[in-house]
């Protein structure tokens, strides 16, 4: 995931020139249509989109499209496992022997019984990427979806856990293996279907009234027009033949489409950092954005989303595709702003594509951004019981106190960033959109973080 660094601009563009720019970034990567959409914490700012829904027709895309988003999936994923967390049916650091704790060593290899949801959710398990990595032939199996979705994932599970993990616990390693095994933890705490459970506590909440699990059942009563996939090698697939979307085992890694004005609700949600109306408490909200284990040079992967730097502040991003289409999200809460791109193509240059018009957007729409006032960082943060920061700004000058310990100066190294020149330390504050007071701060250190919760003035 690339790291983007995005430059101020003095005004928001016309709509005539955003989807001018996104057709002069489709045909230069030769890609048959694109849609996009920028939202900040109070609603949508500007939705576009340029192309066609199947490549060597004029059958124009259009807003009520539904892109396929892949594994952008997996953050909604982990939103209904908070949902669950708060309902008390199940914590994040469940794990799978305590979900199944009838199975034998020969249906759930010991090794993976002590990994908790917060493992899957985070790619830390140790399960291959895949059901293909372990069985080919079972793989393409799955694609016949011959049983209800749930079964097929209590099919999956005798194939894949009964097998040592290929990786450590506790390392990171991208696994969509693991958010299926989600789904049927979920499903099993909470007796029902995990799509029924997506519905009922996150689509519906958020009015996401388009977004749908596809199945070869559903792709079959399909009927023109319809919006088309297209293969690595750009060629259009019709989307109701098997093989067009993942089957139904992966629902909780990647078969979700969706419309563009129903996906931007829901970073419209995530930006605005309030946790109604999907979840009751901060904490679980919060939760969803915690790194948790490092993934990649200067990225950290949380439940769902990659947290990664922008010249913006701090952002959440992820990619998805399900070799047919790709889609492109990020959210930067401090800045108050959010974008998504979809395309109808699964190929190479899809994310180069993106990943560019996401630069444009945010160029565009942020003229004002990025601007962090000092001021918002005073306060106390309480490490614990025994360890507070006091930070105070004076004169100009950012002073930080910490119990028993003398007051010291931090420079800014960004303006959420400020480190220390006596010792090696960095603090990292935490806002959410608007102009609220931060609510945490992360002091880093002999390669070290340790989150410190604000406490008050």
């Known amino acids: 995931m690339s790291l983007l660094t995005i430059p101020t601009a003095d005004a928001q563009p016309s709509q005539a020139k955003l989807e001018a720019k996104i057709g002069e970034i489709c045909r230069k990567h030769d890609l048959p249509a694109m849609t996009v959409a920028v939202v900040n914490s109070k609603g949508t700012l500007q939705t576009a989109r340029w192309g066609v829904r199947k490549r060597g027709t004029s059958d124009q895309v259009q807003p009520t499209d539904r892109f396929a988003i892949g594994s952008n999936t997996k953050s909604m994923t982990a939103t209904l496992a908070a949902v669950l967390v708060e309902a008390g049916k199940i914590q994040w650091n469940t794990t799978i022997g305590q979900v199944w704790p009838k199975a034998t060593d020969q249906h759930i290899h010991p090794k993976l019984k002590a990994v908790t949801i917060d493992d899957l959710l985070s790619h830390q398990s140790g399960l291959p990427a895949n059901i293909s990595d372990l069985s080919p032939e079972a793989w393409a199996g ?28 506790g390392q990171y390693l991208y696994s969509n293996l693991g958010y299926a095994v989600v789904a049927a933890m979920l499903e099993t705490r909470a007796g029902e279907p995990f799509e029924t459970l997506m519905k009922k506590h996150v689509f519906d909440p958020l009015e996401m009234t388009s977004a749908e699990f596809r199945s070869l059942a559903t792709a079959k009563r399909m009927k023109p027009p319809m ?24 629902a909780s890694c990647g078969t979700i ?54 010249s913006l502040g701090p952002g959440w991003n992820h990619a998805g595709s399900n070799t047919n289409f790709f889609a ?14 979809c ?63 003398p007051t010291q100066e931090v420079f800014a190294d960004s ?43």
């Open 142 to 169: 799955f694609f016949a979806e011959n049983r209800a979705p749930a079964l097929e994932r209590r099919r999956m599970l005798g194939i894949v856990l009964s097998k040592p993990p290929t990786g450590d616990r």
């Open 227 to 250: 919006l088309w996939g297209h293969k690595a090698d750009g060629s259009p697939i019709d989307p109701r033949i098997r093989g067009a979307e993942n089957p139904t085992v992966y």
């Open 257 to 310: 489409h969706i419309a563009l004005d129903d996906y931007a609700k829901y970073a419209r949600w995530h930006l605005a950092g309030d946790p109604k109306p999907v979840l009751e408490t901060q904490e679980a909200f919060d939760h969803l954005h915690e790194p948790l284990v490092e993934s990649g040079p200067g990225t950290k992967y949380a439940c769902g989303w990659i947290c990664a730097p922008t």
């Open 328 to 341: 492109l999200i990020w959210v930067v809460p401090e800045s108050d702003i959010a974008t998504i791109v």
């Open 343 to 405: 395309t109808n193509s699964g190929q190479s240059q899809a994310f180069t594509a993106c990943d560019a018009m996401t630069g444009h957007l945010f160029e565009s729409h942020s003229p004002d951004l990025g601007k962090v006032k000092p001021e918002r960082l005073v306060g106390r943060y309480q490490l614990n019981p025994n360890f507070v920061f006091d930070v105070r700004y004076r004169n100009g000058r950012m002073m930080v106190g910490i119990t028993d310990q």
């Open 415 to 457: 303006p959420t960033r400020w480190s220390y020149r006596s010792v090696k330390a960095t603090l990292e504050f935490h806002l959410r959109p608007g102009n609220s007071p931060a609510h945490a701060l992360t002091l880093h250190q002999n390669g070290a973080a340790q989150k410190a919760k604000r406490i008050g003035n």
